[in-house]
């Protein structure tokens, strides 16, 4: 079972999720933070320990609902079923501007957004 609280995010997760915000590929980060491609996917997927200062952790909707998707593990084209949007390809635009729809579809899944009071 994996979490399901998208406030509380893995340095992994957001060091991935501050590249997508940022359009870089892993390429590219790893040039920047001077590791091998491998190294950064690892420090990505949570498999090392990391030597940097993480990003901070994003409450940006569009950005947690990528999260979910990330969580989940299915294909883009399995979600947009599953989550109503119809194609991949309006599930990504929705997941862009963190369209209501989609954070709806995700709440009914069980995923939270805001900590709890």
Not at 62 to 77: H, N, T, V
Request: one cysteine or more.
């Amino acid at each position: 079972m994996f979490n399901r609280n998208l406030t509380k995010q893995s340095t992994g997760e957001r060091f991935w999720l501050d590249r997508r915000r940022l359009s870089r590929t892993q390429a590219q980060e790893a040039k920047r933070l001077d590791v091998s491609e491998r190294r950064y996917n690892h420090i990505e997927n949570d498999k090392v320990e990391y030597e940097f200062v993480p990003p901070l952790a994003t409450t940006e909707l569009g950005a947690l609902c990528a999260l979910a998707r990330r969580r989940d593990g299915r294909s883009l084209r399995r979600l947009a079923t599953m989550l109503k949007a119809g194609s991949h390809v309006t599930l990504l635009a929705w997941e862009e501007s963190g369209d209501p729809r989609l954070v709806k579809a995700w709440k009914a899944k069980g995923y939270r957004f805001y900590p709890r009071k």
